[in-house]
């Protein structure tokens, strides 16, 4: 494994992380704490240190099984990162909560549900910029890190194109950045890394696999039942997507080497990224995903050595 600093904090994290949106029930499948833990201890084998959650993955159901587990092992062998803005109510169905009384609230459920008394890393997520730009949020969040329940703040931006919040991140104290990044997508490359690189901040690339599409295993065509979110994606979208896919497969992925593996170490290449949160379905997959520290070039302005 292979570890960056994120950002101008003080957190050392693996290049690969854990992702557990899946963990909430929305990607076709449901979770039981065995099967969770099974997930965390492979990636702890592996040397992957950083877990990113959200409150609304289920209602706080995903930090729930992350909380069983942390509470069964060592605390400081990991790095949380979750999320706030969101008020789950059921499948597929939140509605916004980015009010600076609304917050406190939201931290302390999370807390609860990690089961620990800090967050590494507390991110507002996907909000508009009306909701970023209130000046009563973040001096409320800056009181929580005092109090001792936040370590560092970050943004994970909607849009991947949203510099508006990257660019104001330094302003309200935020060192890192949560973004849509991967082989198919390469918007942020234009104007956010370029601002993210100048503040030196982190850059956590979510769906680096594309939800899934740059796996390997989809074929155009391809079916998701009712269950699993990539069914809500537009058909002639994911079709062409899937075309792509192939072409990619074909000439770009050398002979040998999981897809994976080589779009995650893809992603890590770029010299604004700190780190990958993909998500996994289980613990082969956690190992095809850690395979990719393996494929990554370096130096990297991030690097450091535990």
Known sequence: MKYRRLGSTELNVSVIGIGTWQFGGEWGQEYSQQEVDMILDKGHELGINLIDTAECYGDHLSESLIG?????????DWIIATKFGHQFHERFTRTDEFNADGVITQLDASLKALKVDYIDLYQFHSGPDQAFD??????VLDKQISAGKIRFLGTSIGSNNNLHQTEASSKVNARAIQVVYNR??????????????QQDLGVLARVPLASGYLSGKYRPGAIFGDTDVRHRH???????KLLEVEHIQREEVPSGVLMASWALAWCLNHPAVT???PGCKNPEQVTANAQAAQLV???????VSL
């Open 184 to 197: 198919l997508d390469r918007t942020p490359e234009e104007r956010v890394f370029p601002s993210c690189q």
């Open 275 to 277: 780190a990958v949160i």
């Open 234 to 240: 537009d058909a002639e979208s994911t079709r062409l």
């Open 297 to 303: 070039q370096g130096p990297h302005p991030q690097d």
């Open 134 to 139: 209130n000046d009563e949020l973040w001096t």
């Open 68 to 76: 069983d587990y942390i509470s069964r092992r060592k605390r400081e």
